[in-house]
């Protein structure tokens, strides 16, 4: 494959494992990785659209009980990620460059630079439209979650918990300057087991996902990119409050 493809990350585990998955087939030119938005300006835009009650509920379950779910599920991830085939090493350093921003003019320069044919974006901020118009690359990303129905976060959880398993899944969609709302190009469903939990759905999702994204590169080379019209209706989703967490752990059996 001739393309030349960079991709725009965060520090999260599900950028190494996408770029190993992709690396293995493909050769990823260059990774920009970002610095993560600060938890408190994250909060302030979020009371904006929500309000301050749900997210004091949010950073509840942040600090009350994310860290127990991840403590209690360290062996469950480690069965997960070896059943899934999931690499989890660190990405090459020849390979990365660090930047505040996947929106800032290191992060355009850098693009300008390498004029990639394909842009893959996984776990970072939202990117603006000044980067999207600073090349002429297709942009690609993998959602978490079954699109328009499950946008914003947690998709698969948001699914399980509503018992609607038949949208618990991954999406790989064209980025436009809307949050998960470009077009999409694939989708795949997932089954996690009974001892999975809040913190190990993505990795099911993930996994899912290279594949796709797999296909969606090829559909680039080939210039046979075709979307999928949506059927569903659109919603955006957050993170649960603590006290949602818990009812729905406690009435639907949804860790």
Same mark, same amino acid.
Request: hydrophobic residues 40%; proline residues 5%.
């Given at each position: 494959?001739?393309?030349?493809?960079?991709?725009?990350?965060?520090?999260?585990?599900?950028?190494?494992?996408?770029?190993?998955?992709?690396?293995?087939?493909?050769?990823? $030119?260059?990774?920009? =990785?970002?610095?993560?938005?600060?938890?408190? %300006?994250?909060? /302030?835009? =979020?009371?904006?659209?929500?309000?301050?009650?749900?997210? *004091?509920?949010?950073?509840?379950?942040?600090?009350?009980?994310?860290?127990?779910?991840? !403590?209690? #599920?360290?062996?469950?991830?480690?069965?997960?990620?070896? /059943?899934?085939?999931?690499?989890?090493?660190?990405?090459? %350093?020849?390979?990365?460059?660090?930047?505040?921003?996947?929106? #800032?003019?290191?992060? +355009?320069?850098?693009?300008?630079?390498?004029?990639?044919?394909?842009? +893959?974006?996984? @776990?970072?901020?939202?990117?603006?439209?000044?980067?999207?118009?600073?090349?002429?690359?297709?942009?690609?990303?993998?959602?978490?979650?079954? %699109?328009?129905?499950?946008?914003?976060?947690?998709?698969?959880?948001?699914?399980?918990?509503?018992? $609607?398993?038949?949208?618990?899944?991954?999406?790989?969609?064209?980025?436009?300057?809307?949050? $998960?709302?470009?077009? +999409?190009?694939?989708?795949?469903?997932?089954?996690?087991?009974?001892?999975? !939990?809040?913190? %190990?759905?993505?990795?099911?999702?993930?996994?899912?996902?290279?594949?796709?994204?797999?296909?969606?590169?090829?559909?680039?080379?080939? !210039?046979?990119?075709?979307? *999928?019209?949506? /059927?569903?209706? #659109?919603?955006?989703?957050?993170?649960?409050?603590?006290?949602?967490?818990?009812?729905?752990?406690?009435?639907? @059996?949804?860790?």
């Amino acid at each position: 494959m001739s393309l030349k493809i960079v991709m725009l990350t965060g520090p999260a585990v599900s950028s190494r494992f996408m770029y190993h998955g992709l690396a293995a087939d493909l050769d990823i $030119d260059l990774v920009l =990785r970002e610095t993560p938005v600060p938890m408190k %300006t994250i909060m /302030k835009n =979020r009371a904006k659209k929500l309000g301050w009650i749900n997210v *004091i509920g949010q950073i509840g379950f942040g600090i009350l009980v994310l860290p127990i779910l991840r !403590n209690s #599920s360290k062996k469950q991830k480690t069965k997960v990620i070896a /059943k899934l085939g999931l690499n989890q090493n660190e990405i090459p %350093t020849e390979k990365l460059i660090d930047v505040a921003s996947v929106n #800032s003019k290191e992060s +355009i320069d850098v693009l300008q630079k390498i004029n990639p044919d394909v842009v +893959i974006v996984n @776990g970072c901020r939202i990117v603006s439209k000044k980067v999207l118009t600073a090349v002429n690359a297709v942009f690609l990303n993998t959602h978490e979650g079954i %699109t328009p129905r499950y946008r914003g976060i947690h998709g698969g959880y948001w699914a399980l918990v509503n018992r $609607d398993l038949e949208n618990a899944g991954v999406t790989v969609h064209l980025v436009d300057k809307g949050v $998960d709302t470009g077009g +999409i190009l694939y989708q795949a469903r997932i089954q996690p087991e009974k001892n999975d !939990n809040f913190t %190990t759905y993505p990795y099911y999702q993930t996994a899912a996902g290279i594949p796709l994204m797999q296909k969606a590169i090829e559909d680039v080379e080939k !210039n046979s990119i075709q979307k *999928i019209e949506p /059927k569903l209706e #659109s919603q955006i989703w957050y993170h649960p409050t603590i006290w949602g967490y818990l009812w729905n752990y406690l009435t639907k @059996g949804v860790k």
